[in-house]
């Protein structure tokens, strides 16, 4: 079945450092491929997304790039900031299907 | 008010208590969807409502009972839950199958 691996957590980072959070998916075809923010007692918000082969979502400094070849949406940014911490999770859901499919989240800490 | 709100945010009730959480979405969607997030635990997919008729039920247990009057508004009635059904319970709603969901903040349900 289909499944998302995400990178354990907790993830700690000064500030200004660059980021990356490792998403794999297992799955056949081609899903669509999403990265959801979760802020400290909110709901999940929609990062970016990416809907085919070598798409590049990008949002407020943040990018994935989808890549077919390794089953592959990793979480970039340049440079965290102090309120980019949060919890990130990658998802994904196949045409015509209502079902999206998440990893477990990667809960990211950035100090001053 | 903009995007998908929920209330209460917050519910304390005990085992025999019949409680429901309110659901309501401005953004014209048609499909309205209720999710479990407990910690520790990937986000669980409860039931998915498109154009008022419930299309997925994932084998949750029936002292949860969703309503759906229209495609605005999405309900999840409570009676006798048991305190490992304390958790996060989020509703999102999305324009149609496979698309971005958007998700509201969430109720925080305790149950003593």
């Known amino acids: 079945g289909n499944s998302v691996t995400q990178m354990e957590g907790p993830v700690t980072l000064s500030e200004e450092a660059f980021l990356t959070i490792n998403c794999t998916y297992t799955a056949t075809g081609y899903p669509s491929l999403f990265w959801y923010v979760q802020y400290p007692g909110e709901g999940l918000q929609l990062l970016l997304k990416?809907?085919?082969?070598?798409d590049k979502g990008s949002n407020k400094g943040f990018e994935a790039t989808y890549r077919k070849e390794t089953t592959s949406f990793h979480l970039e940014k340049g440079s965290v900031q102090v309120s980019d911490s949060a919890v990130y999770f990658c998802?994904?859901?196949?045409?015509?299907?209502?079902?999206?499919?998440f990893g477990k989240g990667t809960k990211l800490s950035v100090i001053p | 008010e903009t995007g998908v709100t929920q209330t209460p945010r917050h519910l304390v009730m005990g085992m025999t208590n019949k409680k429901s959480l309110k659901c309501e979405q401005h953004l014209g969607h048609n499909a309205m969807y209720w999710y479990k997030q407990s910690a520790k635990k990937p986000l669980e997919l409860m039931f998915v409502?498109?154009?008022?008729?419930?299309?997925e039920n994932n084998s949750v247990p029936s002292r949860f009972s969703p309503e759906c009057p229209n495609s605005s508004h999405l309900f999840l009635h409570l009676h006798t839950l048991q305190p490992e059904d304390s958790a996060l319970y989020l509703c999102a709603s999305s324009r149609q199958a496979h698309d971005e969901q958007f998700f509201g903040p969430g109720t925080r349900l305790t149950v003593l």
């Open positions: 990416a809907t085919k082969a070598d």
């Open positions: 409502y498109n154009f008022k008729e419930q299309t």
């Open positions: 998802a994904l859901i196949w045409a015509g299907s209502y079902q999206l499919t």
